[in-house]
């Protein structure tokens, strides 16, 4: 069956917030001290591959059918690229971006389980999965039909250069997270190690860069104040609102003592600004990847 530029485009969609979902799931398996509910890769125990009626168990157990759920939805962009009428070699290449970044997210699972909850193994795991976000990002733009292209002629040069150093803040703020996470008292099983770090140093290493990253999208909103192009102008303001947004969250959590439920919310905030980001910067662009 063929698909039309529209269907493809709503598979591109829901790989991409499946991909998202997995982010979140990921860090409930976490937060619940259920990194060891299941001890073996790909069964859960040895010899049983479903877990018997245990609560840690299941939790990871489930994240690993969203990882399931991911998995079918990547190939079926893959599939739906050779399908789309019409073709588009850069759908194809970006889709199968996602089934290897996948595949890596498998075998770091597996890793994950088999090094029991080692930080840099999942400090690697939720990286590799903001590498995953944005390809789905860029595979969900290119595929949106009826793209709008005429207002990034009018997107100063300057404006482009503020917006990429935006794009490597927000970077600097979700590696400096994960090194604040792998230090804290959330390692997914109250066995496990922690790095070596101060959680206090290291936190006001994260809280720095936050505060960077106000300033930079801050004042970036303001220089788009009187500037042409409503779709560059609207992604800023999307980024602005994310990352005050983040920053709130962060820091409530901070000085309440890390509750897990806020813990959680910045894990999600944190894939939402990254995705913000990643439209920001295809929205200032000078070269857009188009889909025939």
Known sequence: ?????????????????????????????????????????????????????DFHAWV????????????????????GSLRRVPPSVSLTKWSLGLVAGVAAQIALGAATVLTHLSPPVVMGHFLLSMVLVWNSVVLEDIARPKKTVSNRSSIHRTLRSHAHAVGVGAAVVIVTGTVVTASGPHGGDEHVARLDFSFPDVARIHGSAVVLLVVLVLSLFLRTRHTEGDLFKRRVTIVLIATLGQAAIGYTQYF????????????????????????LLLASSERRIKAV
């Open 1 to 53: 069956m063929n698909l039309n530029a529209r269907q493809y485009h709503l598979l591109t969609q829901v790989a991409l917030w499946l991909l998202a979902v997995i982010v979140v799931s990921g860090a409930a398996v976490r937060l619940s001290g259920s990194g060891l509910g299941c001890s073996d890769w790909p069964n859960c125990e040895p010899g049983l591959l479903v877990p018997e009626a």
């Open 256 to 279: 309440t003592q890390l509750p897990v439920l806020l813990v959680g919310c910045h894990i999600a905030g944190a894939t939402l600004l990254w995705m913000a980001t990643i439209r």
């Open 60 to 79: 990871e157990f489930g994240n690993r059918l969203v990882t399931g759920l991911v998995s079918i939805a990547v190939v079926l962009a893959v599939l």
